[in-house]
Structures are given as structure tokens and as C-alpha cells.
């Protein structure tokens, strides 16, 4: 698996600071705090304004035309994409002939640049472009045969929250393109704890997004192919890295949440106790709930435990179920398909 980092906007700042060319970004509100405080300490003016990309990119055209300041698109400036393209040649000189590479898609640019140089030096590999399911815009805009507006909603894959595509990186994309995936906000988040676990790797929701359209069995005609997968992002707020990891325990059946309705007599907590302490469970948090049970002889009681992985909560679930009448567990887990063989695990 090949690790690469492009944020054009901290390149940019660090690049200006380095040439004493001072730089102006514009971030919208939703930006990780990481990624802001990354431009300030390469001395950029940072502005965070606007809603989503495009009222930040208003903002920052408005500015340019005002102040007569260049302004650089941060992903679908030609130049931008040009830069982007050099990663393209980094991974032919690292794995030539890859049979595939997996792209996150925001703007375009990324995919648009890579594409460009990957296609022209070795045409027999698959460009797969994936995007997140709170923000498909290059999906809607192949639907719509130009780029359109998308409405977004919060994703983890903050990075590819770009509500419309960039024309220069739409119309350099398409024909390069051999297959775009839309992935959903849990497959992520297991992508983001896999990165972790397996790679000891920070990968933030944008950068992961490749990876997490291979867990979730959306690329079965890779398996046994030589793959490249892009981690392209490792800013991460540090809060939400821990709750994307729960996340992530959550989605494999790791961790789990039931609520179950016990007896409200001496030793019926002991009993559900003594049934996960058999069972190798680990309970993180328990609460009692008394007031809106129709039985004051009842109590119902909310479990949140830690399992050992999904055939482990299966257990857990069936044996709830022998010994209680009313036991309802949170979502059911995601299926994991074995294509961790791309870590080159299996």
C-alpha cells in the first residue's frame, strides 16, 4: 500500500512562507481544526467562512477580484493538477504496472492529475475513483454529463466534501475514469480502525475512503491483483479520530449496545453479569432504566460491551436471547468481506 499526503492549501502555505509570498486561505466552518492550524503555522492568513466549499470558494474569488490577488482553485487549478499528477508517476516508479489504483475524489483534481500520468505510461491500469455516499458530486455530475451542484451532508470524509466538481478536473477525469464507488460513512470509519490496527497508520475519512470501498466488497475483481490504494490525508481532529476508531469497533460487532428487560428482584443484574462474564465480555457501560416500564417488577437495562470481533457478538446476541424475552441489540454488523489481502494480510 502506497502512502502519499496532498493538501495543495498547506503546500501552498508552506511553499509561500518558504518564498516570502504571502498566501490567503479560505476554509469553510466544517474545516478540521488540524488543517487550519496547518496553514497558520506556515504563516497564511486563514479565513474560515461559509457553510461548505463552494460559499468558501465564493468568498475567496470575491477577495481576489477585489484585492487583485492570483487566485488558485485548490483542486481545480490546472497547475494544482499538474502537481498532483507527479503522484502518479511515484507510484509507476514503486509499483509498475499496478492492475489498479484506487483514488478518493473531492474536486477532481487529485484523480484528474494521477490519471493523466498513470493512463499515459501504462494504459492497461484501472483508474477507480471512490467517493463518499454524504457527497457523490463527480457521480452526480457523470449522471448529469456536467458538473452539477450536490447538496452534502457532515461526512467523516471532510477532504471530499466538495458540493461541486471543478470543469478542468471533471472534463480531464471522465474519459481516464474506469469505474467510480460510492461508499457509505461506516465503511469508512472501520477503514480509518484497520489503518490503525493492521498498518499502525493515522489516516484521516477522505484518505481512507479507497480502502474502505475494498472492506465493504464493492472491488470483488481485484482480489489477486496488484493494487495501489491512496492514503492521501492524515489531518485528523484528534477527537474525531477516537470517535471515528468507536465507530469502526462498532460497525465490526466489536462493540456492541443492547438494552434488555430483567428482573428488578435481588440477582437479576448478577445473572446478566455472570452471562457475559462467561462469555468473555467486556461491559464498557450499563445503565438502569425504571420510570417508563409498564412492570414495576421489571427494569430495563442499556449494555454497552466489547466483543472480540463479529462471530464473537453473535454468540453474545444468541445467548441474550435464550435467557431473555425482551433483549434489543443496536444495528447488526457489518458483513467484512477477506479483502484485507491488499494489506498484504490476510
Known amino acids: 500500500m502506497l502512502k502519499m499526503f496532498a493538501f495543495p492549501l498547506q503546500a501552498l502555505s508552506y511553499h509561500g512562507w518558504k518564498l516570502n509570498i504571502p498566501v490567503t486561505v479560505v476554509m469553510p466552518k466544517a474545516a478540521p481544526i488540524m488543517k487550519i492550524q496547518k496553514c497558520r503555522n506556515y504563516k497564511a492568513n486563514v479565513i474560515v467562512e461559509g457553510k461548505d466549499m463552494a460559499e468558501a470558494k465564493a468568498l475567496a474569488m470575491k477577495m481576489s477580484e477585489e484585492n487583485k490577488l492570483l487566485y488558485v482553485n485548490g483542486y481545480d487549478h490546472p497547475h494544482i493538477m499538474a502537481g498532483q499528477g507527479t503522484l502518479g508517476l511515484e507510484i509507476l516508479e514503486q509499483v509498475p504496472n499496478p492492475d489498479a489504483v484506487i483514488i478518493p475524489v473531492g474536486g477532481g483534481g487529485l484523480i484528474a492529475g494521477i490519471a493523466t500520468a498513470i493512463k499515459a505510461l501504462s494504459p492497461k491500469t484501472k483508474i477507480i475513483g471512490v467517493e463518499s455516499a454524504k457527497c457523490p ?68 475519512g477522505a484518505g481512507a475512503s479507497g480502502l474502505a470501498a475494498i472492506l465493504a466488497g464493492q472491488l470483488p475483481e481485484l482480489k489477486g491483483k496488484k493494487v495501489v490504494v491512496l492514503l492521501c490525508g492524515g489531518n485528523i481532529d484528534t477527537t474525531v479520530f477516537g470517535r471515528c476508531l468507536e465507530r469502526g469497533l462498532a460497525a465490526e460487532g466489536r462493540l456492541v449496545k443492547f438494552n434488555v428487560e430483567l428482573t428488578d428482584r435481588p440477582g437479576g443484574l448478577n445473572e446478566l453479569c455472570e452471562i457475559l462474564g462467561v462469555l468473555g465480555v467486556s461491559i464498557k457501560d450499563i445503565m438502569h432504566e425504571r420510570a417508563w416500564l409498564k412492570d414495576i417488577y421489571t427494569v430495563e437495562v442499556k449494555v454497552v460491551c466489547e466483543t472480540r470481533d463479529w462471530t464473537h457478538s453473535m454468540e453474545l446476541m444468541n445467548e441474550l436471547k435464550k435467557h431473555y424475552q425482551k433483549v434489543q441489540f443496536s444495528d447488526e454488523p457489518l458483513a467484512i468481506n477477506d479483502s484485507l489481502a491488499v494489506l498484504g494480510k490476510k
Request: proline fraction near 6%.
Open 137 to 204: 458530486s463527480f457521480s452526480n455530475a457523470m449522471e448529469n454529463n456536467a458538473p452539477i451542484y450536490t447538496p452534502i451532508k457532515n461526512t467523516l470524509a471532510d477532504g471530499l466534501a466538495v458540493p461541486k466538481v471543478g470543469y478542468n478536473a471533471y472534463v480531464t477525469a471522465l474519459p481516464l475514469i474506469d469505474k467510480m464507488v460510492v461508499v457509505k460513512e461506516e465503511w469508512i470509519a472501520l477503514a480509518i480502525l484497520r489503518l490503525v490496527e493492521e498498518e499502525k497508520c493515522v489516516v484521516e
